[in-house]
């Protein structure tokens, strides 16, 4: 596996790679690899002739209040699992790179981003479609690989990249749970052995509202009240929201159907941690 630092450099890689008739796959990461991060990279694997995964903790998607001074990184141990898993390419730019001091464009998506954690994190999403969109420009992929986990990333990103007809596949991947239904995510590092035990609320509101939808129940005003009793059961946790949406247009659903999406965003401690289910059928679970 390479290792690339330079956005000139990564970009001669892969025309030259593209001119050999070959594709490549990208996975875009802010690091600290966990189980969900590899499973992105085997699928990438199976897409395309290459694959290049990103590494770059975006400064532009953090709030002022947020956590990117202490964002988890490891490079070693990161380049080590990537080279585990075929991956060609470890692009790691330094933030200079991605941003030098001139720099002043941003890519933004409309009416997507008004809701759920785009009503939470101003900026959030016009910083990660600016950096998606650099990431696009500079590999050259024929595809991409994101986690179901950032639900409302995936349907962002899926808008841009038609929005502004990029030839691009943009490949979903399910939500990669710890064995007791945590999703995985790099920001569980910051929790307390208490906090852990407590951050199962958010499964166990999951597992709560995939049972009450396959009894029949339709009513989201009761679901999303049955789901805030389970969560709030633990003191210490907090609600951001709770919401039931439409999959494709995110718009809140007062009726659940097989379209709708629980979207759940807690607290646990100082640690903001998010997870989401598809009561009907998820897509690309097939893929
Ligand atoms: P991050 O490094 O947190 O920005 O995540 C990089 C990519 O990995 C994003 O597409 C995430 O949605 C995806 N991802 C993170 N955690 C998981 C998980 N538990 N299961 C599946 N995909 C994940």
């Known amino acids: 596996m390479q290792i690339i630092r330079r956005s000139a450099d990564m970009t001669y890689w892969s025309k030259k ?13 802010m690091g600290y690899f966990h189980e969900g991060h590899l499973s992105l990279m085997r699928k ?9 995964v990103s590494l ?16 988890p990184r490891n490079f070693e141990r990161d380049s080590g699992m990537a ?22 464009s941003r890519v933004l998506v409309d009416g997507l981003t008004d809701t759920l954690c785009g009503k939470k994190r101003p900026g959030h999403f016009e910083g990660v479609t600016t950096v998606v969109a650099k990431l696009f420009n500079i590999v ?61 609320c958010l499964f166990r509101a999951i597992e709560h509202a995939r049972a009450r939808f396959a009894a ?6 009761q679901l999303k009240d049955e789901a805030r009793d389970i969560i709030l059961a633990k003191p210490g946790v907090s609600i951001d929201y709770i919401s039931v949406v439409d999959k ?11 379209n709708s999406v ?17 009561l009907g059928n998820a897509p690309d679970a097939g893929r």
């Open 17 to 29: 790679v593209i001119a050999s008739g070959s594709s490549i796959a990208l996975v875009p990461t």
């Open 248 to 258: 494709d247009t995110l718009a809140d659903k007062k009726i659940m159907d097989i």
């Open 262 to 278: 629980l979207a759940l965003a807690v607290r646990v401690g100082q640690t903001r941690l998010i997870d989401n289910c598809y």
């Open 140 to 200: 050259k992929p024929c595809c991409a690989v994101f986690g179901q986990k950032d639900f409302q990333q995936l349907s962002v990103i899926r808008k841009m990249v038609r929005d502004l007809n990029w030839d691009i596949e943009i490949v979903g991947h399910p939500i990669v749970r710890e064995h007791d239904g945590l999703a995985m995510s790099s920001r569980n590092t910051y929790l307390s052995e208490k906090e852990r035990g407590d951050a199962l």
């Open 216 to 221: 029949g129940l339709t009513d989201t005003k």
């Open 44 to 52: 990438a694997v199976k897409l395309a002739d290459h694959v290049v």
């Open 83 to 104: 080279a585990n898993e075929n991956v060609d390419v470890l692009f790691a730019p330094v933030d200079e790179e991605m941003y030098g001091p001139d720099f002043s």
């Open 56 to 71: 770059f903790v975006n400064s532009l998607q953090f709030g002022p209040q947020e956590d990117l001074s202490r964002y």
